[in-house]
């Protein structure tokens, strides 16, 4: 914790800012881009989110009190700017963020980035009949492979809730793939 807070202290400092900013890009870029593509599914949404999200990142690092983990801090913003995202794209398109994530999970087949088959089509059709909550919980876990103390931190949710709200998707994930696979 303490080489945190130190992180932090430079982030903080204009004379160590920039540096430290470039090492906080160069560690989380990666796993906040594919958090964020797990939410959003478009390459280029995802970068579009990516680069909002780092915006937030800088103009609030005044504001992080250390309650939670750095980590744990960016992977909220960057789920709220996702969530954002995706009820701003739906309501300018005049449909609801479910036939948005449809429409998403169709252009999946076209996108250069998606390396999924047919199986990993139907794996996203399950999640997008998901609640909200379930479908984070279970994106996160599957997969990111993140622990429930690290879920429980992002969403500000309890191991306990987290753990039944995972539990249930996968059970609505597996009724959903074997309805799929049976027509």
Same mark, same amino acid.
């Given at each position: ?16 800012q920039d540096l430290a ?18 939410i959003v599914l478009s ?39 996702? =969530? ?5 794209? !739906?309501? #300018?398109?005049?449909?609801?963020? %479910?036939? *948005? /994530? ?59 809730? =987290? ?5 249930? !998707?996968? #059970?609505?994930?597996?009724?959903? %793939?074997? *309805? /799929?696979?049976n027509l």
């Amino acid at each position: 914790m303490q080489v945190e807070k130190e992180f932090i202290a430079r982030l903080l400092n204009p004379q160590t800012q920039d540096l430290a900013f470039q090492e906080l890009l160069h560690d989380y870029q990666k796993p906040l881009y594919n958090h964020i593509r797990n939410i959003v599914l478009s390459h280029d949404d995802a970068d579009d989110v990516l680069q909002n999200t780092f915006i937030k990142v800088f103009q609030n690092l005044k504001n992080f009190k250390g309650e939670s983990k750095l980590f744990s801090w960016m992977y909220r913003i960057a789920t709220n700017e996702s =969530l954002t995202f995706l009820n701003q794209k !739906a309501r #300018k398109s005049g449909i609801s963020s %479910v036939e *948005l /994530q449809n429409k998403a999970i169709d252009n999946l087949k076209a996108d250069v980035y998606f390396e999924g088959d047919k199986i990993q089509i139907k794996l996203q059709k399950a999640i997008a009949v998901l609640p909200e909550k379930q479908q984070l919980v279970f994106k996160m876990k599957y997969f990111e492979d993140l622990k429930y103390e690290e879920i429980s931190e992002i969403l500000g949710t309890s191991v306990g809730a =987290l753990k039944a709200s995972y539990h249930h !998707a996968v #059970k609505k994930i597996e009724a959903y %793939v074997t *309805l /799929q696979l049976n027509l």
